[in-house]
C-alpha cells in the first residue's frame, strides 16, 4: 500500500545549525503538508504546499522555515537556525488524488528532532 | 479559530468492551473530519474520513458519526482488543479557501488503554 516516507526517522543538531527533513509523498498526491508535535502538546499545522507554492502557512512557520519540492518526488522542510524549542516530531502527509473530495490525509512515521 | 478538544483524555477498559471516544469542535464550518490513531513514538495512521455532509462512516469495529451543527463527532469501537491501545486523535478540516485545502486542526487525544 502506497505509503508517505520521512528521513532520518531521527535527527539530533546543535542550536543555530541548519536541518534538512525529508519525504516522499504519496505518488499522484497534489498537496504536500509539514505538521509537528512537540512532546505532550497537540499535532500543529506548520505548512501546505500546492503546485509548486506555499498555499497556506501558520504562524509558527517563520523565516526560519522553507519548504521545496526539488526533483518531483521529494518535499523536504529546512529550518535555518534552529532553536532549542524547535526539537519536536515533524510529520510530513500528502493528500489528494485528483478527487475532488478526497482530502483524506496521509501521513508518514514523522522524523524526531532534536535541538541540544 | 477553531478549537477541537477531545474527551475523556484518558481511558482503560477491559477487553471486549464497546466504548466511545467524543470530540468537539468551535466552528461548525468544516469541509470534513478526520479520525486517526497514533501508537507512542509514531506517526499517525488514518481511520476515517467523514465528509461535511456525512452523518457516518464505518470500517471494520470502527465507526464514525458526525453532526456538524452542534460541532460533535464521535468514534466508537466495537468489541475493543488489547491491540487497540494508542492515541485517539480527532482533526477537523475548514472549508476550502482561495489558497487552496485549509490544514487540519487537531485535538489532544484521548489514550486508550484495552486491558488484557
Known amino acids: 500500500e502506497p505509503e508517505v516516507t520521512q528521513t532520518p526517522s531521527h535527527q539530533v543538531t546543535q542550536m543555530g545549525q541548519e536541518v534538512i527533513l525529508r519525504c516522499v509523498p504519496i505518488s499522484n498526491h497534489l498537496y504536500f503538508y509539514w505538521y509537528r508535535q512537540i512532546l505532550g502538546q497537540k499535532v500543529e499545522f506548520l505548512v501546505s504546499f500546492y503546485n509548486n507554492e506555499i498555499s497556506e502557512k501558520s504562524e509558527i512557520f517563520d523565516d526560519q522555515f522553507s519548504v521545496e519540492r526539488p526533483d518531483g518526488s521529494n518535499f523536504t522542510l529546512k529550518i535555518r537556525s534552529t532553536k532549542l524549542e524547535d526539537s519536536a516530531m515533524y510529520f510530513c502527509?500528502?493528500?489528494?488524488?485528483?478527487?475532488?473530495?478526497?482530502?483524506?490525509?496521509?501521513f508518514g512515521q514523522g522524523t524526531r528532532l532534536t535541538v541540544v | 479559530k477553531q478549537e477541537v478538544t477531545q474527551i475523556p483524555a484518558a481511558l482503560s477498559v477491559p477487553e471486549g468492551e464497546n466504548l466511545v471516544l467524543n470530540c468537539s469542535f468551535t466552528d461548525s464550518a468544516i469541509y470534513n473530519l478526520q479520525w486517526f490513531r497514533q501508537d507512542p513514538g509514531k506517526g499517525l495512521t488514518s481511520l476515517l474520513l467523514?465528509?461535511?455532509?456525512?452523518r457516518e462512516q464505518t470500517s471494520g469495529r470502527l465507526n464514525a458519526s458526525l453532526d456538524k451543527s452542534s460541532g460533535r463527532s464521535t468514534l466508537y469501537i466495537a468489541a475493543s482488543q488489547p491491540g487497540d491501545s494508542a492515541t485517539y486523535l480527532c482533526?477537523?478540516?475548514?472549508?476550502?479557501?482561495?489558497?487552496?485545502?485549509?490544514?487540519?486542526?487537531f485535538g489532544s487525544g484521548t489514550r486508550l488503554q484495552v486491558q488484557p
Open positions: 502527509a500528502s493528500s489528494y488524488r485528483g478527487d475532488w473530495m478526497n482530502t483524506e490525509a496521509f
Open positions: 467523514i465528509q461535511s455532509s456525512q
Open positions: 482533526a477537523v478540516r475548514g472549508e476550502l479557501s482561495d489558497t487552496g485545502r485549509r490544514a487540519l486542526t
